[in-house]
Structure formats: structure tokens, C-alpha cells
């Protein structure tokens, strides 16, 4: 196969594997223009680029604020209150956890999504906390 072919089979691929990805019903949104697909790079951004990773629904923006505000919080349930409080979709969760490399199965509840988010961000952080604070033989770990 021809360069250009190969390349256009790669983003064909790509694509059918972000439509597999999707619910019904945002597949039956993004055919009637109600929708759209967005491209992000998933290589690592340094601080000086200006640009920001978004999802952008009808009602909220999934953006780099919300990652840096989310891993700043102190406890699950102010994690889970957030990601309430924003009144987000499932997709847009799912978007959020992908941004942070959680893996997030098309099979999951909202309510699965919500708590791997938690866990991957919080909750890891308080595991890691409890394990430096743990004294083993008089000596922090």
C-alpha cells in the first residue's frame, strides 16, 4: 500500500474505533449534526503551550482547569461532589478519564466512572500519603 493509503487507513481505523467507543445515542447525535468528534493529541503538553485540551457539551467544558482542580482536592467525597456539581455525561466522564489515562470500559455505569476517576486521582493520592506517614520500626517509610 501507498503511503497516503496506509496513512488514510490508520485514521480510518482510528476512527471506527472512536465510533465503536460510543454510546447509541451519541452516535444518533453526531449523524443528526447535534454532535461532533474532536481531535486530541495525546502527547504530553509542556507548560508553555497555550493551548488546552476541552470537551465542550451543551452545558459544561471538560478542560484542564477541571483536571488540575480535581487533583487538588483532599478527599474522595469533595471528588465526588465535583464531578456531581458539574452535572457532566457519562461520555464527558469518560472523555475526563481518558484525558487522564484511566481506563474506562464501555460497560461501566456513570457511577463506575465517577468512583475510577476518584481512585485514580484522590484516592491515589491519599494511598500514597497513608503509606509515607506509616511508621515501620520507629522510621517513616
Known amino acids: 500500500m501507498g503511503g497516503i ?3 488514510l487507513a490508520t485514521l480510518f481505523q ?13 452516535v444518533e447525535e453526531l449523524v443528526n449534526g447535534r454532535g461532533k468528534l474532536t481531535f486530541t493529541s495525546t502527547r ?10 476541552t470537551v465542550t457539551t451543551s452545558s459544561v467544558r ?4 477541571v483536571v488540575d482542580h480535581l487533583l487538588n482536592l483532599e478527599n ?18 469518560t ?9 474506562i470500559s464501555k460497560n461501566d455505569k456513570k457511577e463506575a466512572v465517577v468512583e475510577k476517576i476518584v481512585e485514580s486521582t484522590v484516592g491515589s493520592r ?6 509515607r506517614d ?8
Do not use: N, P
Open 76 to 93: 474522595r467525597d469533595e471528588a465526588r461532589q465535583y464531578l456531581s456539581d458539574l452535572g457532566i455525561t457519562k461520555m464527558d466522564l
Open 14 to 26: 482510528a476512527i471506527a474505533q472512536v465510533l465503536s467507543d460510543m454510546t447509541d445515542e451519541d
Open 126 to 131: 491519599m494511598r500514597s500519603k497513608a503509606i
Open 62 to 65: 471538560v478542560s484542564d482547569e
Open 44 to 53: 504530553r503538553r509542556t507548560k508553555t503551550e497555550e493551548s488546552s485540551t
Open 5 to 7: 493509503r496506509k496513512d
Open 95 to 103: 472523555r475526563l478519564a481518558s484525558s487522564l489515562d484511566i481506563y
Open 134 to 141: 506509616t511508621r515501620l520500626g520507629g522510621h517513616k517509610v
